[in-house]
C-alpha cells in the first residue's frame, strides 16, 4: 500500500488533482511539498519560513474550494509556494533545469490561479473586498479568500481592508495565518489581543475580529489537513464576511526554522548546508549605521532608531535592537504611520533615524508631503537598497529618486563613500532646518580614509574631485564609481581629460558650477542609480535647455522590469564606461 502512495506530488498537476485525493494521500502530498521547498530553496534562495508553515493550508484551500473561479488572494506572496506547487507550476520546484522560470510571487501572467502581483504587504484584504463587490455587482456566487499574515496586520491598509469587509454583507473569507510573527518578531497592540486568543483557543469575549462585525473561527492546528478542510467547508458559500484565525508554526518542518524564524524568513543559497552562522561578517554601510546610531544615543539620549518591520535591512541585528531599548522601535509593517510618527518625534524634541528599503518608501508618499515636509520638521530618513536591481516586480528599488528629490522641503543626498555617509548623518541628526534622506550606498563598502569636513548645511553644492576639460561627468551617489570608469575610458580611447563631479545632494543644483562648465565643455553628462523620469539627470538638463550645452542622461528607462539580469539592464540602458564613452564620441562628433 505504502509504494502506491509514494510521490503523491507527481500526479498533482491541477487543484482538481488534489480534490481526487484520500486523507492519507493529502498527508503525503504535504510532507513532499515541504521536502521539495526545502531542497529547493535552500539552492536557489527565496522564503523559506513562510512557505514551509502554510503547506496544509494550502492544500486544504485547494480541496475544498474551486480556484480560479473561487478567488484566492496572497498577501505578500511570501506563502505562494505550495499554491504554485499545486496550480501547475511544480516543475519550478521539482526541476532544477528549471527552478527560475517562475517568479517566487503571485503572477497572473503565469497561472489563472493567480489574481494579482503582489509583493508588499497588507493588500489582501482590500483586494479580496474589491473581488467580492465586483462578484456581487455582476451577481456572481464564487466564494473570496484573502490569506494574510498576522504579520501584515500590522499594515494600515489591512486595517482599511478589515474595516469595509466587515460590513460588505456578502461572501467573503478571511484567514488569519498567525505564527506569532512578521519578518521579525510582531509588534503593536493587536497581537496582545491575538496572543489571548491563541491562549484560550479563540474563546476570549475580548476579541477584535468580532467586534469589527466578523464571524469568527478559531483553529489551533493549521498543520492538520482533516481539520482545516472541515472548517473550510463549513465556512464555504457563507453570504456574510467570515474570519478565519488559524494558528501555525513559521518554518514548520526544520528545527533552525522553527527555533530561528527570523533567520529563515527569507535565506541564500546554501544556508541549510553550512555548520556556522551564514552571517555577513565585516563592516558594511548596516553595520556602519547601527554602530553610529548606537554611539549616538549613547551620547544623546533623544536619538531613537525606526523600522517599519524590516530591521534587517538596515542592519537593525537582535542584538542591536535588545541594546537599543528605548532608542529603537518596531511600529510593524506600517511605513505610512512610520514617517509620521519620526515627523511627531521631530517636532516634540527628538531624533528620529528611520531606516526604509527603497521599494517601501514608495507607501508613504503623502506622508513624506504632508506629514513631514509640509511642517518641514528635521527627521531623518535613511533609504536603503536604492539602485537599479535585478529584483522582481514587485520588489524594484530604482524609483525613490523621483519620488523623493521634487517634494520640496525635503533634503535627499547621496554619499559616495563611508566618509561622506557618516558626515552627511550626523549632519543631518543634528540639525533643525529640513527633513532629511539619506541614499545609503550600495555593496562594498568604499573609504577614502579622510574625514568629511564638508558643511551640508551650504545646499546643492556640488563637489569637483578632478577639474577637466570638454566633458564633465557628474556621477550620483552609487554611480560616482563608474564616473571613474568613464573618466579613465575617455582618457584612453578618446584623450579627453574630462571633469569629474561628485554631486552628493540630490534635490537641487549647483547653479554656480553648472554656469562655469559652459566656458570649456562641450557636453555634460549625468549618471545615476536609478529611473530617469523625474530623476536627478533631467534636472541638469532642464538647465542648459536654453543653451548649446549638450547633456546626455543615462540612468534606467521608466519600466517594471521581472528578474532581469543586472548586466542586462546595464547593457540595453548603456550603462557601462564603453557604450558611454561611445554615446559621447557621437555627441561631440
Given at each position: 500500500m505504502q509504494n502506491?502512495?509514494?510521490?503523491?506530488?507527481e500526479r498533482v498537476n491541477s487543484p482538481e488533482d488534489v480534490k481526487q485525493l484520500s486523507l492519507e494521500e493529502l498527508n503525503l502530498l504535504a510532507e513532499e511539498i515541504r521536502q521539495t521547498i526545502i531542497k529547493r530553496v535552500n539552492?536557489?534562495?527565496?522564503?523559506?519560513?513562510?512557505?514551509?508553515?502554510?503547506?496544509?493550508a494550502t492544500i486544504a484551500l485547494h480541496y475544498v474550494f474551486n480556484s480560479p473561479i473561487d478567488k484566492i488572494v496572497f498577501d505578500v506572496s511570501h506563502q505562494c509556494y505550495p499554491h504554485k506547487m499545486l496550480t501547475g507550476r511544480k516543475e519550478s520546484f521539482t526541476n532544477p533545469e528549471k527552478y527560475g522560470i517562475y517568479t517566487g510571487y503571485t503572477a497572473p501572467e503565469e497561472s489563472p490561479h493567480d489574481l494579482f502581483k503582489v509583493g508588499h504587504t497588507s493588500t489582501s484584504v482590500s483586494l479580496a473586498t474589491g473581488l467580492a463587490k465586483g462578484r456581487d455587482l455582476r451577481g456572481g456566487k464564487e466564494n473570496v479568500i484573502a490569506l494574510i499574515g498576522d504579520g501584515s496586520l500590522s499594515g494600515g491598509e489591512a486595517y482599511e481592508g478589515l474595516n469595509n469587509a466587515a460590513v460588505l454583507g456578502s461572501n467573503i473569507i478571511i484567514i488569519i495565518n498567525d505564527n506569532d510573527m512578521s519578518i521579525a518578531e510582531n509588534h503593536g497592540g493587536l497581537y496582545g489581543n491575538l496572543k489571548l486568543l491563541r491562549d484560550t483557543k479563540g474563546l476570549a469575549e475580548n476579541n477584535f475580529f468580532k467586534a469589527l462585525g466578523f464571524e469568527y473561527h478559531y483553529i489551533d492546528e493549521g498543520h492538520d489537513i482533516k481539520k482545516l478542510i472541515e472548517l473550510f467547508e463549513k465556512v464555504k458559500d457563507t453570504n456574510y464576511p467570515v474570519i478565519i484565525h488559524m494558528h501555525t508554526i513559521k518554518g514548520k518542518g526544520v528545527e533552525a526554522a522553527e527555533l530561528d524564524k527570523e533567520s529563515y524568513h527569507w535565506i541564500v543559497p546554501g544556508t541549510l548546508d553550512k555548520k556556522e552562522s551564514c552571517s555577513?561578517?565585516?563592516?558594511?554601510?548596516?553595520?556602519?549605521t547601527a554602530d553610529y546610531i548606537t554611539k549616538k544615543y549613547n551620547q544623546d539620549r533623544s536619538v531613537i532608531a525606526i523600522s517599519p518591520a524590516t530591521p534587517g535591512v538596515s542592519g537593525f541585528t537582535k542584538e542591536f535592537r535588545d541594546k537599543a531599548g528605548i532608542h529603537y522601535a518596531d511600529v510593524g509593517i506600517a511605513e505610512e504611520h512610520a514617517v509620521a510618527f519620526a515627523s511627531g518625534i521631530a517636532k516634540n524634541g527628538g531624533k528620529p533615524i528611520l531606516a526604509v528599503m527603497s521599494s517601501f518608501i514608495q507607501r508613504t508618499y503623502d506622508q513624506l508631503s504632508q506629514d513631514l515636509a509640509l511642517n518641514n520638521n528635521p527627521a531623518t530618513l535613511l533609504i536603503f537598497w536604492g539602485a537599479i536591481s535585478s529584483a522582481d516586480a514587485t520588489h524594484l528599488t530604482c524609483f525613490d529618486i523621483p519620488l523623493i528629490s521634487n517634494i520640496p522641503n525635503l533634503v535627499y543626498l547621496a554619499p559616495t563613500n563611508k566618509e561622506e555617509y557618516l558626515k552627511m548623518l550626523d549632519w543631518s541628526v543634528e540639525q533643525n532646518s529640513y527633513p532629511v534622506a539619506i541614499r545609503v550606498p550600495v555593496g562594498e563598502v568604499i573609504t577614502t580614509g579622510v574625514e568629511d569636513y564638508t558643511d551640508y548645511s551650504i545646499l546643492n553644492k556640488?563637489?569637483?574631485e578632478e577639474q577637466g576639460s570638454e566633458v564633465a561627468i557628474i556621477g550620483l551617489g552609487n554611480f560616482f564609481e563608474l564616473g571613474k570608469k568613464v573618466k579613465s575610458e575617455l582618457i584612453a580611447k578618446l584623450g579627453i581629460h574630462p571633469t569629474l563631479i561628485n554631486p552628493r545632494f540630490i534635490t537641487g543644483i549647483d547653479n554656480q558650477l553648472l554656469e562655469t562648465l559652459?566656458?570649456?565643455?562641450?557636453?555634460?553628462?549625468?549618471?545615476?542609480d536609478g529611473v530617469l523620469d523625474g530623476g536627478f539627470g533631467e534636472k541638469i538638463a532642464r538647465f542648459y535647455g536654453s543653451s548649446d550645452m549638450k547633456v546626455l542622461n543615462f540612468g534606467a528607462k521608466k519600466e517594471f522590469t521581472d528578474r532581469v539580469p543586472l548586466d542586462v539592464i546595464y547593457q540595453r540602458n548603456h550603462l557601462t564606461p564603453e557604450l558611454i564613452t561611445e554615446d559621447i564620441k557621437r555627441c561631440l562628433s
Open positions: 502506491t502512495m509514494t510521490n503523491v506530488l539552492i536557489t534562495g527565496g522564503h523559506f519560513g513562510p512557505n514551509l508553515g502554510i503547506v496544509e555577513f561578517v565585516g563592516e558594511s554601510y548596516e553595520s556602519i556640488f563637489k569637483v559652459k566656458e570649456n565643455h562641450k557636453v555634460v553628462i549625468t549618471l545615476e
